[in-house]
């Protein structure tokens, strides 16, 4: 049996939502950074770590997006948050693939950009989704992943990663 990583030293972006969230989307990347990189060797992208100019897209910095926007100051607010959309589309196309956590029920507008974008550079898209939330998950997002890169649970991500690490992967798709 082969000890080769096929993953090792490759670059996952975590999408999803965190303008909309309570706790700014930081607790599933918390949650399954940690494994990323022990598990698999491979460098996280997360959005929610970064920062461009000076600004980023969690508490304080997300605080003064909302305040702009209500105080209806358009420009200034498309001014300071661009550098940050720039820079997350920007490892979206350094990335290997992305995971994305999906919740219809909530707001994502940047990372449905970011899925769209990944999609056209035909990149692998792994999505975790809630079955809970089936009765509103939008069929246009099955147009844009591949059925078996769709997990309910993350313990069938986690095992569908076993198999790319080991190389027992359709290389169709996966041309790391």
Known sequence: MSTTNYLQGKNVYLAGPIFACADDGEGWRDQITPRLIKDYGLTVEDPT????????????????????????????????FWPIVRKDLRCVDKADFLIIMYDPRVSAFGTIHEWVIA???KKPILVKYDESNLDTFNVWATTLVKPEWMFSEWDLMWKYLDLV???IINRKYWTL
């Open 165 to 167: 690490k080991s190389g």
């Open 49 to 80: 770590k970064k920062t461009a100019d000076g600004l980023g897209e969690v508490k304080n910095d997300k605080e003064l997006f909302k305040r702009l926007i209500a105080a209806k100051q358009f420009s200034l607010a498309s001014e300071k």
């Open 119 to 121: 999609h056209q550079q």
